[in-house]
């Protein structure tokens, strides 16, 4: 049964002793130094290379494939094709649209057609040019007001609904009553571009096969157990016959949680082959690939009293998702389920669609559906405190939600740092001197986010444990963790090691991690919706408290005194005062080692060492080790969709930002982001920090740097690391990780979620911070100087047409 | 061919168009420099080439030839040969500042920081960050990189490091938490 128990906030035995530090990450070295492996640093005997011919329709139907010259090609293994792997697949049970090559059709530029396995990729790239392929292009839909307006021929054949891949409506309370009673209400267009991940590794697979039946996939994914099940499905080869394992992983921020095409391919053509296969893509194809943040054009109403209190906010979204379903139904109730929060909303609607267009397919990117509604609506919030005159620090806590409580959709809240967050930034950025006081040209903005730390609801629904994990332990005195979980950079391992070591009492280096490999460790979901930590976290704790008490228990016996008074310090046991007051001999700071002299020796206390009670364990218990696994409580809203969104706890940021803008130019320069962040409790706040300015960072580009687009024939605008600008060293504003803890009371010593909701506010702050500064409000992203400038001259013509000087929030 | 990398000479068969990226990591098993983009944009397939940062998918392999290459997996080694104790100081500050997240990135890096401060031992924190410009990362911000360049040259200069903007404010953190 899976454990909901509450395990606490407390230290397990008495004080930290890891928790809480800065401490170095159980794989730093190896990456430092070039021994980390991933995917493609594997090379096996007599290994080939895949490559993938692609479609160079946006839309098209396949009339014929010819690859016989191809396989005719000295050095080529085995061409396959759609009709080699015609089983439908995708992330969620419901939408499986996607085939690993395509079948009849293709739907974007870039969408895997045909595969080549040679003994090289010279030899691949040779054989692609020689597959002939005969398409008969189709009507291309690359606007998603167009796919919703007309669906002849569809993207996909025989849906009832078109082009629509997914509509969400959902209402809470009377919004139209509350807006006609509003004093002020704001209404306008927001309009969020495209943008994709961009990790720096680009996606990566090795198949092999074994004589024995046994498929091994090596691949640079976030979520090994779902790729698993997708290649048991689309392979027809039984689960247990299927190994997946991820190697180190080079980023991924969203953009490997999905299957893709290359997992599928390796596999079949080591199948076919009887060869082991690699597949790397080039940037250009990961570019492809895609699965970036959906490009959303937002229409947002929002009421306020007088005093600026929110009394209903009505939201209609149409979502361009590209080619395939993806997440896509997810991200469609995301857009209006995860903004509720930390503002209470007396009344909400949100209407949002998500249409197929012929572009690469959209899907999770860092903050998943939710970073553009947040956009819209703190600018807009932003909006409604320049027109009450208030100031927009003051508007976001009139509006607070405040903790133990319920949003308006239903969504259970718990810890809520979010006042201090707002109390943090204003302070560290002197706001109450500078905002709205700056040279003109200068200006600072604020916005707030809050955002899910796990999701409830299994990406299949299943009553088994969400997390799990086992320990082994060994009477050498090392503890092997085994978890599931995908340590995608963000740390998953290391802070498993952290937990173990704090709840065993042990020295870090007694805990190694093995993880994400489905033949050694128990199922975890992967690494998506903020959920490592939370979950895995509980689940390790879960495991060391069955294991814990046999140790004791174990030494208790042996010295013959009670089990309170047998205490695990840095893997030195020792036993302390009878009745115990204080962890003996606990200097903070002090970096006892197993071997070292133990702190209580000279007062002549009993002692031993971690292995010797493993070891006295051992021989009382039998082979030591223990199972954890953790569930979310039942959470969500009593309707349809009401648990999408539901989280065992969420996370809550604000930002402030400065920005300059060069009038000229029309060039925007963030120069410093303040990032307050509740994360509950910063397990390692140096990694805390690591994941607040890596968050504030992508939504800093986001704002003014990074666009993924396709021109008129779907072809991508510039699918390149030159042309998709990503900040250098020099483009980076100052980040300032200001970290606001909260302790959440189910949270692993009361932490949380910190990879993806500081994101958020980066975007709506520099929107807000460009009107303190120059009096102009952006609302369509990105904000590039072309848009300034209109924004600017039609600023101007306003104000040389209006006798009178500019109403409440107009220019200074 | 023959290249001289990490103080060895390595006598390679390749083709003609392979990249000295594509030795080192395909020929030579050296897959510490890692491949990002293959063009030039990225930085990860960073080495030194007689002691200067060089994007190694842009240079041919034979162009190397009869050049001193030292590749992320010959810091170490050469660290502890002039008779330094663990990891080259570089490796460690990454390590002990965050700066290490997917880790990528951090071969490049690393090597475009080994090179500045070969070349320029106190170096000023805007020549830090011009130095590793040319070097992406996607996961840290950079911040944490920058820190732990700017850790050694304040070590060097016998001074202490700036605090981090967590340490120093510890604003958030309720009375009575360590
Ligand atoms: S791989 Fe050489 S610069 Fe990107
Ligand atoms: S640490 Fe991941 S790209 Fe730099």
Same mark, same amino acid.
């Not at chain 1, 092999?208 to 499905?233: K, M, N, P």
């Not at chain 1, 209609?316 to 997810?330: H, K, M, P, R, W």
């Not at chain 1, 809550?652 to 994360?679: L, M, N, Q």
């Given at each position: ?35 980390? /492996? ?12 895949? !490559? ?72 691949? #790239? ?49 919004? %139209? ?19 994709? *991940? ?37 392979? %027809? ?30 596999? !079949? ?88 267009? #012929? ?48 949003? $308006? ?15 943090? $930034? ?5 706001? !109450? ?23 409830? =609801? ?76 939370? /979950? ?20 208790? %016996? ?5 089990? @309170? ?42 002692? /031993? ?20 696994? =953790? #569930? ?34 029309? +060039? ?51 699918? @390149? ?20 803890? @909260? ?16 994101? *958020? ?17 952006? !609302? ?33 | ?54 994007? @190694? ?37 990454? %390590? ?66 700036? +605090? ?15």
């Amino acid at each position: 049964m899976a454990s909901r128990d509450i395990h606490g906030i407390d230290a397990p035995w008495g004080a930290f002793r890891h928790v809480g530090r800065d401490l170095r990450k159980v794989d730093g070295l190896a990456k430092a130094t070039g021994a980390a /492996m991933y995917t493609d640093d594997i090379a096996l005997p007599g290994m080939l290379h895949a !490559k993938t011919l692609r479609s160079p329709h946006a839309h098209a139907r396949i009339r014929s494939i010819d690859a016989a010259d191809a396989l005719r090609l000295a050095g080529v293994h085995a061409v396959i094709t759609g009709e080699h792997l015609p089983v439908t697949y995708g992330i969620l049970p419901w939408t499986q649209d996607e085939t690993a090559l395509a079948v009849g059709k293709v739907r974007f530029v870039g969408e895997p057609v045909a595969a080549v396995a040679a003994v090289d990729e010279d030899a691949a #790239n040779a054989a692609l040019k020689l597959i002939r392929v005969e398409y008969e292009p189709l009507h291309a839909y690359l606007d998603p007001f167009e796919s919703l307006a007309r669906h002849d021929p569809p993207i996909h054949e025989g849906r009832k609904d078109g082009n629509v891949s997914k509509h969400v409506h959902l209402a809470f309370g009377d919004v %139209d009553a509350a807006l006609a009673e509003a004093d002020v209400v704001i209404e306008d267009d927001y309009v969020f571009h495209g943008t994709t *991940h961009a990790a720096i590794e680009p996606h990566c697979a090795v198949g092999h096969y074994g004589a024995d039946g046994v498929l091994t996939v090596w691949s640079s994914t976030q979520i090994t157990h779902y790729v698993h099940r997708a290649l048991a499905r689309v392979l %027809d080869v039984p689960a247990h016959r299927i190994r997946v394992i991820q190697p180190c992983l080079g980023g991924a921020f969203g953009g490997k949680s999905d299957p893709f095409s290359l997992e599928f391919v390796v596999a !079949k053509l080591a199948m076919t082959t009887g060869r082991p296969v690699k597949m790397l893509y080039t940037r250009e194809e990961v570019f492809y690939t895609h699965r970036g943040r959906h490009p959303m054009h937002m229409r947002y109403r929002t009421g306020a009293t007088r005093e600026g209190r929110l009394v209903g906010v009505d939201a209609t979204i149409v979502i361009d998702g590209g080619a395939y379903s993806s997440y896509g139904l997810v991200t469609t109730y995301y857009a209006g389920q995860l903004l509720t929060g930390p503002y209470a909303f007396a009344t909400y609607r949100f209407d949002s669609t998500r249409a197929f267009t #012929n572009k690469p397919p959209c899907g999770p990117k860092r903050g998943h559906g939710s970073v553009q509604p947040r956009f819209a609506f703190e600018v807009q919030l932003d909006e409604l405190a320049s027109t009450l005159e208030i100031d927009p620090i003051e508007i976001r806590r009139r509006n607070l939600l405040g903790e133990h409580t319920t949003t $308006v959709n239903g969504q259970r809240i718990t810890s809520n740092g979010f006042a201090r967050c707002l109390d943090v $930034v204003e302070h560290a950025s002197n706001w !109450k001197t500078r905002h709205g006081q700056l040279p003109f040209g200068r200006g600072m903005g604020v916005a707030g986010s809050m955002y899910i730390s796990g999701t409830n =609801y299994p990406i299949y629904p299943n009553p088994m444990p969400q997390a799990a994990v086992q320990l082994k332990i060994d009477r050498s005195g090392l503890v092997t963790v085994f978890t599931g979980a995908n340590d995608i950079g963000q740390g998953s391992n290391s802070i498993a090691q952290y937990l173990v070591a704090e709840e065993l009492g042990l020295a870090l280096d007694q805990v190694r991690v093995v993880s994400a490999d489905t033949d050694l460790c128990p199922v975890d979901l992967g690494a998506y919706s903020s959920r490592e930590t939370f /979950m895995v976290g509980n689940a390790l704790i879960d495991a060391c408290r069955k294991v814990r008490p046999l140790v004791v228990r174990a030494v208790a %016996d042996h010295w013959q005194v009670d089990p @309170s008074r047998v205490r695990f310090v840095d893997g030195v046991v020792v036993e302390l005062d009878d009745p115990p007051l204080q962890p003996a001999g606990v200097a903070v700071g002090g970096e006892a080692r197993p071997g070292a002299s133990p702190p209580d020796a000279a007062a002549g206390r009993r002692w /031993m060492t971690a292995a010797e009670a493993f070891q006295l364990a051992e021989a009382r218990f039998d082979t030591l080790g223990a199972t954890g696994a =953790y #569930n979310t409580p039942t959470l969500g809203g009593d309707y349809r969709g009401g648990t999408i969104g539901a989280a065992p706890a969420y996370s809550f940021t604000a930002h402030v930002v400065e920005v300059s803008v060069d009038v000229e130019t029309g +060039r925007i320069t963030c120069e410093k982001v303040w990032i307050a962040h509740d994360c509950g409790r910063a397990l390692n706040p140096m990694l805390v920090a690591g994941q607040m300015e890596g968050s504030a960072y992508m939504g800093v580009a986001e704002a003014l740097m990074e666009a993924h687009g396709v021109n008129r024939f779907g072809l991508h605008a510039g699918p @390149s690391l030159l042309d998709y600008r990503i900040p250098t060293t020099v483009d980076t504003p100052e980040l300032a990780a200001l970290i606001v803890e @909260s302790l959440d009371p189910e949270g692993p010593y009361g932490a949380k979620e910190a990879g993806e909701g500081p994101l *958020h506010p980066a975007i709506p702050a520099i929107s807000n911070a460009v009107f303190d500064a120059v009096g102009i409000r952006l !609302k369509h992203l990105p904000f590039t100087p072309g848009k300034v400038l209109a924004a600017l001259r039609a600023r101007k013509d306003a104000a040389a047409g209006t006798p009178a000087p500019a109403l409440a929030g107009g220019a200074r | 061919m023959h290249l001289k990398v990490n103080g060895d000479v390595h006598d390679v068969d390749a083709p003609d168009h392979w990249t000295l990226l594509e030795v080192l990591r395909y020929r030579l098993g050296l897959t510490g420099s890692k491949q990002g983009c293959d063009k030039g944009d990225c930085g990860a397939c960073t080495v030194l080439v007689d002691g200067e940062p060089m994007i @190694s998918c842009l240079i041919l392999a034979r162009e190397a030839e009869g050049r001193e290459i030292v590749t992320i997996e010959g810091l170490w080694p050469l660290h502890l040969a002039r008779g330094g104790e663990g990891p080259d100081p570089v490796q460690d500050a990454f %390590d002990r500042y965050g700066a290490l997240q997917c880790g990528f990135c951090q071969s490049g890096m690393i090597l475009s920081a080994r090179a500045l401060l070969d070349r320029t031992p106190s170096p000023t924190d805007e020549e830090i960050a011009r130095a590793l410009s040319g070097n992406l990362c996607r996961c840290t911000g950079y911040t944490q990189i920058l820190q732990a360049v700017q850790s050694i040259v304040a070590r060097a200069r016998g001074v202490e490091p700036p +605090r981090r903007s967590w340490e120093a404010a510890n604003v958030g953190r309720q009375a009575g938490e360590r």
